[in-house]
């Protein structure tokens, strides 16, 4: 069975990942397989910078093609932020619940119909030559009062997506991952790994 690397250590990501690449007959294995790589630090000022600097350092420590997302929320009320901080937003230990418990209380006061904010992802995928291409979907939605259903990770609770009736951390993994900014990068990729495999 061919194998793809996904670089990251996030749960949440890695399942997505093998849901829908798995579809391909693509044994998918993700940092979280290998626990003595370090995670690559994010340093770029966009997500499509910070994707491309996880793929190509992996891909060049494996010699291998390497898939990587940086992805976040930007919420429109508060100037496109968490944005690239979105998974450190109320600092440095990534903890879910603060980030949404700060969203939420930095737009208390910000009217419904104002509270519009979109999931936004970037797939990098690198060669081990450094030839790197990239992959983006957007996911729209609305931010709600408080959190609701426990599914999904990081903000889904919080995202409201108005066509579904419920947020993303209601809806089942397979509805997720019809309609998800992972899910929109990802069909982009899966039509270019077709190609490139074929």
């Known amino acids: 069975m061919k194998e793809i690397i996904v670089a990251t250590k996030n749960k949440g990501k890695v399942k997505e990942f093998k849901a829908i690449l798995g579809q391909l007959g693509y044994k998918v294995t993700s940092l979280l397989d290998y626990p003595e790589i370090p995670e690559v630090e994010e340093t770029g000022e966009t997500f499509t910078e910070n994707a491309i600097i996880k793929a190509t350092t992996i891909a060049k420590h494996f010699q291998k093609p390497v898939i990587a997302d940086d992805s ?117 990729l899966k039509e270019k790994w077709i190609e490139i495999t074929s």
């Not at 440095?92 to 737009?107: A, G, P, Q, S």
């Not at 904010?117 to 939605?141: K, M, Q, S, V, W």
Request: charged share 25%.
């Open 72 to 188: 976040g929320l930007i919420v429109d009320a508060l100037g496109g932020r968490p944005g690239v901080y979105s998974a450190r937003y109320a600092g440095v230990n990534k903890n879910d619940t603060e980030n949404m418990n700060k969203v939420l209380t930095e737009i208390k006061n910000v009217p419904e119909d104002e509270r519009t904010a979109r999931f936004h992802c970037t797939i990098a995928l690198a060669y081990p030559d450094g030839h790197t291409e990239c992959f983006e979907g957007n996911c729209e939605g609305k931010i709600t009062k408080e959190p609701i259903g426990t599914n999904g990770f990081g903000y889904d609770p919080i995202m409201y997506i108005e066509e579904k009736q419920q947020t993303m951390a209601q809806l089942p993994l397979e509805v997720k991952n019809a309609i998800s900014h992972r899910a929109k990068a990802l069909q982009q």
